[in-house]
């Protein structure tokens, strides 16, 4: 009847258009996370920068970490700054400290931001600061899986390697 072939394009139709607007929803979140990751390639992280006195305030704050990240600590270059600001919320620990948040430097290069963090190995600055690559949530939890793997075949290689030498020991 008429009233079923249209109830079949319809199902027809509405299975096409989910499929479409899922390919649509894809392919924006892929170019959303190839431009977050091209606007971070400039970026890195330094850890454990003390956080400006609570006196400093404004511009000042970002002209304290500059001093810090130019100082002997760290040596970078004020000339190859563009601009750095701290990532997350303050955030305490029990003793009522403050607990330094991470610093996001831009660079004004890709070049000097990939010395900085030694091809994304992270590269350490004396016995306190590490710099790192800034990544995005994506690029973030692959890494973190990578290393996740990567102990867990430690783990396993280790094991069999204990196993080995106890059989060794026992025919001996």
Known sequence: TYAEAIRSNQKEVLEASRS?????????????EKLEREKKLKNVIVS?????PSSVVGDQRAKHDIGYLCSDKIGMVPEEIVTCYRAGQVRKNEANEIIPRPLV???????????WHNG????????????????CR??????FFVREERRKRQKLREEQVRQLKQQTLAKQ
């Open 138 to 143: 994506v690029d973030r939890e692959a890494k």
């Open 48 to 52: 454990k920068v003390p956080e400006a």
């Open 20 to 32: 479409t607007t899922l390919v649509k929803d894809v392919c924006k979140s892929l170019s959303v």
């Open 105 to 115: 430097v831009v660079f004004k290069s890709v070049d000097i931001a990939t010395f």
């Open 120 to 135: 994304g190995k992270g590269y350490r600055c004396g016995t306190d600061h590490w710099v790192n690559e800034d990544l």
